[in-house]
Nanobody, 118 residues
């Protein structure tokens, strides 16, 4: 059974930082492109950052220079470091895994809430 389990969300003040973690089980993690998505109330889910199985990274323009995605294949985990947080970063953040980036074996975590507010 495949599971992606996120953690690390919470309430933070504007300008603060958080580190999200996602640990996978039931997959050959090293073969998966991993990504973080987010969905704010009333908005569509959007991709925030991706990291391929060869460690190439891509970021949404809205988070470039503030967020950093990384992975540790030995721990079957992907991380998202969120710095300089803004109220508009408030959303549920979801971990996504896509085997070799082919869009066929795709899995999602349950999401973790990030709230940026003073």
């Amino acid at each position: 059974q495949v599971q992606l389990v996120e953690s690390g969300g919470g309430l933070v003040q504007p300008g603060g930082s958080l580190r999200l973690s996602c640990t996978a089980s039931g997959i050959t993690f090293s073969m998966y492109h991993m990504a973080w998505y987010r969905q704010a109330p009333g908005k569509q889910r959007e991709v925030v950052a991706t990291i391929t199985n060869t460690y190439n990274t891509v970021y949404a323009d809205s988070v470039k220079g503030r967020f950093t995605i990384s992975r540790d294949n030995a721990k079957n985990s992907v991380y998202l470091q969120l710095n300089s947080l803004k109220p508009e970063d408030t959303a549920v953040y979801y971990c996504n895994g896509d085997r070799m980036g082919r869009g066929r074996d795709v899995y999602w975590g349950q999401g973790t809430q990030v709230t940026v507010s003073s």
